[in-house]
Nanobody, 125 residues
Framework: QVRLVESGGGLVQAGGSLRLSCAAS????????MGWFRQAPGKERDIVSA?????????YYADSVKGRFTISRDNAKKTVYLEMNSLKPEDTAIYYC?????????????????WGQGTHVTVSS
């Protein structure tokens, strides 16, 4: 059983930055590809970014965040990060991290095995 705990959300003005962290416990972190998803009120949960489980750190980004967000992981610290820059009001959502027992991440939230409780990100205009 893997437990994921997100942190780092908050209120920020448009153009600002936040760094989300997701700390894992239980299981072997390096066995899991990791993903960040977000869900805005009344909308579906969408992929933001994903990273492979190994040190080659193959990454994926949704078009809406390319060039602004960066995913990374530290397997020794059992933590995955999402650096978010140039934030826009449309980035406002609950951000969730998820773990998938696989080499690569996936675009689909149904492919993930474990989820955190989410952290709120609000970007004011």
């Amino acid at each position: 059983q893997v437990r994921l705990v997100e942190s780092g959300g908050g209120l920020v003005q448009a153009g600002g930055s936040l760094r989300l962290s997701c700390a894992a416990s239980g299981g072997t972190f390096s066995f899991y590809a990791m993903g960040w998803f977000r869900q805005a009120p009344g909308k579906e949960r969408d992929i933001v970014s994903a990273i492979s489980r190994s040190g080659d750190s193959r990454t994926y980004y949704a078009d809406s965040v390319k060039g602004r967000f960066t995913i990374s992981r530290d397997n020794a610290k059992k933590t995955v990060y999402l650096e978010m820059n140039s934030l826009k009001p449309e980035d406002t959502a609950i951000y969730y991290c998820a773990a998938r027992m696989s080499y690569s991440g996936s675009y689909y939230y149904t492919d993930y095995d474990y989820w955190g409780q989410g952290t709120h990100v609000t970007v004011s205009s």
